[in-house]
């Protein structure tokens, strides 16, 4: 690489890492870890279980942006000496390390860049993640329950703390439907570009006659709900029906009528949580799902308005949004973006990093 070429993009990425700086605000972020910090050192802090986990989740976050920020920062002044060095000494090795550190931090300031761009609404909120298997019978409830465990996956990878709430799990193999939450900020406005239909091609393993088969599972992703979002429910328009969990579970979980399903009656949404032993705390739980459906049906119905007043179609994305196939070839791609991978055990193993950066992206672009 040319040594005008390397200062150019030496360059290039110094004022896309300002860029960044800029929209992090990390002066702001400093204040909120010292804030965060003060808090944390309460006394009395774990006495509200709840809030002490927000505090203590979001302080982690900001730590982790900060530091990873300040890191870049220090790679990206610190190629420009490793350069000359391996110039004024005319090493090939130098030179190759310092081209193999180049494309590293090209690499990560991309992947920060993303983060700039979750500026909507709700995107810094937690998300609750809803599976369902749909057209496939089988195959697609076996599909549904390796999208679940993608998905812990990728937050296991992150770090990020997830919480199943209910899982309905199908006759012969794999899940009918289940949701769960990934408690870490942003976590919505990362996922949101996860929903939609997605679509498996593989040689079903539950066919005796091996044949191919397509089955087809739905994502839905909705930002957990706060205190200031004003979801009022009137317990007259709910009918609230208590069941015994069922599929695996300790001692005590199946043997009483623990599990809640909620119905709203105006909307006809339903939802159900079996994860805790009391009746009460699965249906405080049932409750936040419940209120962050009708959050996004609040918000899909001012958009639409929005949509109507600039004369636009629906402009849905969510569905037939990605595939994944096992035979006759190997490959998972995204219908939308077009960036696709050749490892479909990786991707179902949580490697969708590169999915959800380009997701974002492209409906960063489609917002202008």
């Known amino acids: 690489m ?71 920062r220090g790679r990206i002044d610190d190629l420009s000496v490793l350069f000359e060095l391996a110039e004024s000494e005319d090493d090939a090795d130098t030179r190759e390390e310092a081209e193999s550190e180049l494309r590293s931090v090209r690499k990560a300031v991309e992947e920060m860049e993303v983060r700039t761009l979750l500026s909507g609404e709700y995107d810094a909120r937690e998300a609750l993640v809803n599976i369902r298997a749909e057209a496939g019978g089988v195959d697609a409830a076996d599909f549904a329950e390796q999208l679940q465990r993608m998905y812990l996956r990728w937050a296991e990878r992150h770090g990020y703390k997830t919480e199943v709430y209910e899982t309905s799990y ?17 976590a919505y406005g990362t996922l949101s570009v996860e929903q939609g239909t997605h679509r498996l091609v593989r040689i079903s393993p539950f066919d005796n006659q091996g044949r191919r088969q397509t089955s087809f599972a739905g994502v839905e992703v909705l930002p957990v709900v706060e205190q200031t979002d004003h979801i009022d429910i009137d317990e007259s328009d709910l009918r609230v029906d208590v069941y015994r969990s069922s599929g695996p579970g300790g001692q005590g979980v199946n043997t009483t009528d623990s599990a809640v399903r909620l119905t709203h009656i105006p909307t006809g949404i339903v939802v159900s949580c079996q994860n805790e032993r009391s009746q009460i705390q699965n249906k405080a739980s049932a409750m936040n799902v419940l209120q962050a459906k009708l959050l996004e049906r609040r918000r899909q119905e001012e958009q639409a308005k929005m949509d109507a007043l600039k004369g636009e179609g629906s402009g849905s994305w969510g569905n037939q949004m990605r595939s994944y196939v096992l035979h006759p070839y190997q490959m998972v791609k995204d219908l939308r973006t077009e960036f696709e991978v050749g490892n479909p055990q990786a991707v179902l193993d949580g490697d969708i990093d590169g999915f959800i950066e380009s997701g974002i992206r492209w409906r960063k672009q489609r917002e202008k």
């Open 2 to 72: 040319a040594v005008v070429d390397v200062s150019e993009e030496l360059k290039s990425l110094s004022s896309t890492m300002e860029s960044i700086e800029a929209v992090l605000d990390l002066d702001r972020m400093r204040a909120d870890i010292a804030e965060l910090e003060e808090q944390a050192a309460a006394p009395d802090l774990w006495d509200d279980v709840e809030n002490a986990q927000k505090v203590t989740s979001k302080l982690s976050y900001l730590q982790g942006q900060l530091r990873r920020a300040e890191e870049l």
């Open 170 to 186: 199908a006759e012969e193999a794999g899940i009918k439907s289940t949701t769960f939450a990934v408690q870490a900020p942003y």
